[in-house]
C-alpha cells in the first residue's frame, strides 16, 4: 500500500497574510512543516499543493517537492483531488501547512487503519478529541463529530451536538481535528460530486461524504495541535521549538 503526504499551502490568510512564509527558527513555517512531514519516515511520498508561486518556489527551491494548483477550488479535498490525480498511491494523508508539530503516533494510526480494512469497506479516516470545555463545545469555529457504536462519523457540525435536551443526561462531546486519511478513490469520487445541502450550510466538506453515503471511520486522540493562525500563535509556536532543543 502506497501512501502519499499532501500539505495543501495557499499564500492568502484572512487572519494572517502570508503566514506561511513567515520565519520560524530559521526556516519558514512552509518548509518547516514539510520537512517535518517528509522527515518522518511514515511516507512513500510528500508534496505540498499550493496556489501561490512563492510557496512553490520556497520548498522547490530548498529540495522539496511541491505541486501548483491548476483551478481554483473551493474546499481542501477539491485541492488534494487535483494534486494526486496523476500520483501513484491508494492513500493520501493530509497535513495542515500551518501546524509544524506533527503527531506520529496518530498518523501512523490513520495508515494502519486502511492496512486493516480488508474489505475496503473506509473511504476516509479522522481524528476527534474528547471536549469539556463548554465555551469551545458552544465555539462554532470549533467544528463537533457525533459518532456510531463502532466509531463512524454520523455527523459534523459546527453547533452543539448533541442537544443537551435532559439536563441530567452527561452527554459526551467530541470536537473534529482536520487531519484526514482518503483512500484515492473516494478523494477522486468527491472532486465529481455537486455540494449539497448540509455542506452547503455548514461550510463543512466532510459533510459532502457523508450526504453521499461514504464511511468515515473516526480515531480518538489527546493531541490538540498548534496552528499558526495569528503573530501570537507563531510566537508561542517559536518558544516551544526552542523549548525541545
Known amino acids: 500500500m502506497r501512501v502519499t503526504a499532501v500539505i495543501p499551502a495557499r499564500y ?3 487572519r494572517f497574510p502570508g503566514k506561511l512564509m513567515k520565519p520560524l527558527s530559521g526556516k519558514t513555517v512552509i518548509r518547516t512543516t514539510y520537512e517535518n512531514v517528509r522527515d518522518a519516515g511514515l511516507f512513500d511520498d510528500t508534496f505540498v499543493v499550493t496556489d501561490s508561486k512563492i510557496i512553490f518556489d520556497e520548498i522547490a527551491q530548498h529540495g522539496g517537492k511541491a505541486l501548483m494548483s491548476a483551478k481554483e477550488h473551493e474546499t481542501g479535498s477539491d485541492r488534494i483531488a487535483e494534486a494526486v490525480e496523476n500520483i501513484d498511491c491508494d492513500v493520501v494523508i493530509n ?4 501546524e509544524p508539530f506533527i503527531n506520529q ?5 490513520l495508515i494502519t487503519i486502511f492496512e486493516k480494512d480488508r474489505n475496503r469497506e473506509i473511504d476516509l479516516a479522522t481524528l476527534y478529541r474528547k471536549l469539556t470545555d463548554w465555551q469551545q463545545i458552544e465555539d462554532p469555529n470549533c467544528v463537533k463529530v457525533v459518532k456510531n457504536k463502532d466509531d463512524f462519523a454520523l455527523y459534523f457540525s459546527r453547533s452543539v451536538i448533541p442537544f443537551p435536551r435532559e439536563k441530567n ?4 462531546y467530541y470536537g473534529h481535528i482536520g487531519v484526514y486519511a482518503f483512500r484515492k478513490e473516494a478523494l477522486l469520487k468527491f ?3 455537486p455540494m449539497r445541502q448540509n455542506e452547503k450550510a455548514e ?3 466532510n459533510l459532502r461524504y457523508l450526504e453521499y453515503g461514504m464511511k468515515i471511520k473516526l480515531i480518538e486522540t489527546d493531541f490538540a495541535g498548534i496552528g499558526i493562525d495569528t503573530p501570537q500563535d507563531l510566537e508561542r509556536t517559536e518558544k516551544l521549538i526552542k523549548q525541545s532543543k
Open 12 to 14: 492568502a490568510s484572512t
Open 191 to 193: 472532486a465529481q460530486l
Open 203 to 205: 461550510k463543512l466538506e
Open 95 to 98: 497535513i495542515q501547512g500551518d
Open 169 to 172: 443526561f452527561p452527554a459526551k
Open 105 to 109: 503516533k496518530d498518523l501512523k494510526q
